[in-house]
């Protein structure tokens, strides 16, 4: 079993005493975010196949993963370096500093451990069509050599990010918009010339109507990469986890609301002020990251069994 940890949330940046106190545990509980039932998950060697770690901050992180590769588990990590004003990332770290967390990675663990995601692509008043290859390449300049791949994806508007965007708009006085298909695929071609210049491929997350000439589907739960990282073959089935995904299947172990860095596009933040009380709310010490109580009290300390991974 492949652990994604996680995509609802920044595991690395806010919840790595958590998460290492749980694979000393050598277990921790979820909640599945649509039928609510609470599960058991194991995080033993023996069942867990290898790590995905998702992040906009590896620092706090950093020396857990070599911890993490003492203990035998290989893992890649997904690192979103976007560099958007901060109208957009409110408390996202500084771009400089995440471009030294991926050559510390790469150096420490291998370029094929590291994923740079620019992701999402928003476009906005201050952040134009125009402006994002030139921010694009300064990145991939200053990350060459750390990873051969780059993943984005163009934002999704669901009501809680239209509603996000909107009152940020207001707050700091600029507009948004979602550009068109065409727009959007010319816009992934420039950059992926850009990203093969820098020794990277442009992978498309789960959007295969944005594709464009240099790009490819993106695999972001990918057990052939982690494969090779950890040296043996893994044995995993491809299953998306929506439609145009791509990814091998997984279980996330994370938990919606729950990441405060306030980015005003996230679709897995209804808004910052209740991530921000979670992430305070938050016990280290407990078996889940965030558990509802209705949920886990009707457990009554019991854990149903794993389902079939996402």
């Known amino acids: 079993m492949i652990i994604s940890a996680s995509y ?6 806010f919840y790595g005493a958590w998460f290492m106190n749980r694979l000393k545990a050598g277990r921790c509980r979820m909640v599945n975010p649509y ?6 998950v194991p995080l033993t060697t023996d069942a867990v196949d290898g ?10 992180f950093l020396k857990s993963l070599a911890t993490i590769r003492r203990r035998g588990y290989p893992f ?3 690192y979103t370096i976007n560099n958007y004003p901060r109208a957009l990332e409110y408390s996202v770290t500084d771009a400089k500093r995440s471009i030294a967390h991926m050559h510390r990675l790469a150096e420490g663990f291998g370029p094929r451990v590291a994923v740079w995601r620019y992701d999402p692509i928003l ?8 402006w994002h290859p030139n921010n694009f390449e300064r990145l991939a300049r200053a990350l060459e050599g750390t990873t051969d791949e780059v993943v984005v994806s163009f934002a999704h508007f669901y009501r809680k990010t239209r509603r996000n965007l909107d009152a940020a708009a207001r707050a700091f006085r600029f507009h948004w918009r979602d550009p068109g298909a065409d ?5 992934a071609g420039r950059l992926a010339g850009i990203a093969k210049g820098f020794g990277m491929r442009l992978a498309i997350c789960s959007q295969p109507a944005y594709a464009a000439p240099g790009t490819v589907e993106a695999r972001c739960i990918d057990a052939a990469r982690l494969a090779e990282v950890a040296g043996r073959p893994i044995a995993a089935r491809l299953k998306g986890n929506r439609p145009g995904c791509a990814c091998f299947a997984s279980r996330d172990i994370g938990e919606y609301d729950t990441c405060p860095h306030g980015c005003v ?10 991530a921000q009380r979670r992430h305070k709310e938050h016990d280290s010490e407990g078996a889940f990251l965030f558990p509802p109580p209705a949920a886990a009290a009707g457990m009554r300390g019991r854990s149903r069994r794993l389902p079939p991974p996402d």
């Open 8 to 13: 609802k949330t920044d595991i690395p940046a």
């Open 35 to 40: 039928g609510r039932q609470v599960y058991e």
């Open 51 to 60: 790590f995905v770690f998702w992040t906009k901050n590896l620092g706090p």
């Open 76 to 78: 890649t990590v997904h």
């Open 123 to 130: 476009v906005s008043s201050l952040t134009p069509v125009d």
């Open 183 to 187: 727009e959007k695929r010319a816009l």
């Open 265 to 274: 596009y996230c679709y897995a933040v209804q808004h910052r002020g209740l």
